[in-house]
């Protein structure tokens, strides 16, 4: 403490002439003194170092759809990749687009002391409120696939422009007239736009005819096989069905397998392996718009790792195009 000595050995020196004086050396002893405990305690900044990242919890809608089993794997991947031979934990909850079971998840994250939530969301506004309970605990939240209100940042497929490229597939294919219906899903932000797109497609071919698009296929084989099963019963003559994602798409394919009829066309939304290679069998399967689930995941855990460094983020909101898949067709390169 040759600091202190030094502030004591000031104190000796004759008492200054006048009051300001006095005054002015006591404040300048002052600040020698704490300078000097400061720089011995190490209270002054030190360089901040990056730590590992130790943890992630993913909560996505439904892993017996292959898009979301290739965000996960894709995301673990990634995460170990950049952080530098330091295992990560990833816990992987699915919510079943079940809003309260997915807040019950992510408050469990948050009690694990997590250092990333990556999320597909069953809701996008009712999640903010847990979102933000995460985000002061410091833990940095990334949506995928689906907005979250409030996240840190989001990655999604442009869903817009992937119902778009689908359905203005279909309008080609017959021949731009006929009867339409789509297979809708969950209240997502990704289904609705999706639809949204869909419909500002044939929505400019006069001689389309949208006859449903309220059926809830859940998003998955068995709920599309259902509506798809309703449809047929409910019309005798359809020449076109959007389903919003691969899965729906293939129960759909499945009912009008065991229904007898082909005589419509089918596109979804999802390029899936299984689904670019089944669409290449004779069948009603058209076409699916390829989404790209393991660049999603990439730039969830990119994003979220120069986050919680406290690196700038200029670019919190990314939407990745689509590009679509079809019958004796490549998709198209990148």
């Known amino acids: 403490m040759a600091c202190l000595s030094n502030a004591r050995n000031e104190a000796k020196v004759a008492a200054p002439r006048s009051a300001y004086a006095w005054m002015a050396s006591c404040l300048r002893r002052s600040l020698i003194t704490a300078a000097c405990i400061c720089s011995s305690w190490g209270v002054f900044a030190q360089p901040v170092v990056d730590q590992p990242l130790r943890s992630i919890g993913m909560s996505v809608a439904d892993l017996g759809n292959p898009f979301f089993v290739e965000l996960v794997d894709s995301a673990t991947r990634k995460a170990n990749e950049l952080n530098e031979g330091v295992p990560v934990e990833v816990i992987v909850r699915s919510d079943a687009y079940d809003l309260n079971r997915q807040m019950r998840q992510l408050n469990d994250f948050i009690e694990r002391k997590v250092d990333l939530i990556i999320l597909t969301a069953a809701d996008e506004y009712k999640i903010a409120p847990v979102v933000a309970k995460a985000q002061r605990a410091g833990i940095k939240v990334i949506a995928v696939d689906v907005n979250a209100h409030g996240a840190d940042a989001t990655i999604t497929t442009d869903n817009v422009q992937a119902g778009m490229v689908a359905c203005e597939r279909l309008a080609k294919e017959i021949g731009y007239q006929g009867q339409f219906v789509i297979i809708n899903g969950v ?66 394919m499945m009912a009008a397998q065991q229904a007898g009829r082909n005589e419509f066309v089918l596109a979804s939304v999802d390029g899936s392996n299984f689904a670019i290679k089944t669409i290449q069998y004779p069948n009603i399967w058209l076409a699916t718009a390829i989404q790209r689930p393991q660049l999603m995941a990439e730039k969830a855990v990119e994003i979220g790792m120069a986050l919680l460094k406290g690196e700038d983020v200029r670019q919190r909101f990314i939407l990745i195009p689509a590009k679509l898949a079809q019958k004796d067709a490549q998709p198209a390169s990148n």
Do not use: Q, W
Request: with cysteine; aromatic share 8%.
């Open 187 to 252: 209240s997502v932000s990704s289904v609705l736009e999706r639809v949204a797109g869909c419909k500002s497609a044939i929505n400019r071919y006069p001689n389309i005819t949208l006859l449903s698009d309220r059926l809830n296929g859940t998003g998955s084989r068995e709920g599309g096989m259902e509506a798809m099963t309703y449809l047929m019963e409910e019309y005798d003559h359809l020449d076109a069905v959007f389903a919003i994602n691969d899965p729906t798409a293939y129960g759909a």
